[in-house]
């Protein structure tokens, strides 16, 4: 019960994450994969990939297909929608983090 509770806390803060790190530079799903693992986080690439998904369709990370070493890979970027959430999300993160201290 309380793996759940804390995956569906903790998927905003992946979110964020992603949109950090999108907006750094194009990323790719295993590379974030072991950046969130490097932070604690247990994530599988069946978990992380419908939030890439899902980020997508929401608008806030658009998706590039590029060839490496006769592999498909697919390279994420933070849109201007992402770019505005992010921004939002920071602002809400700084105020509530600043109050639960």
């Known amino acids: 019960m309380e ?5 569906k806390l ?7 994450h992603i949109l950090h790190h999108a907006k750094e530079e194009p990323i790719y799903g295993s590379w974030m994969l072991e950046e969130l693992q490097s932070h604690g986080y247990k994530m599988s690439p069946g978990s992380l990939y419908p939030i890439l998904h899902k980020m997508e369709g929401d608008g806030l990370i658009t998706k590039k297909e590029q060839l490496v070493d006769g592999k498909i890979r697919k390279y994420y ?4 929608r992402g770019n ?3 921004k939002e999300a920071r602002e809400k993160a700084y105020e509530l983090f600043r109050e639960i201290k």
């Open 3 to 7: 793996n759940k509770i804390l995956r």
């Open 10 to 16: 903790f998927l905003g803060f992946i979110q964020i």
């Open 77 to 80: 970027s933070i849109t201007p």
């Open 84 to 86: 505005e959430v992010l």
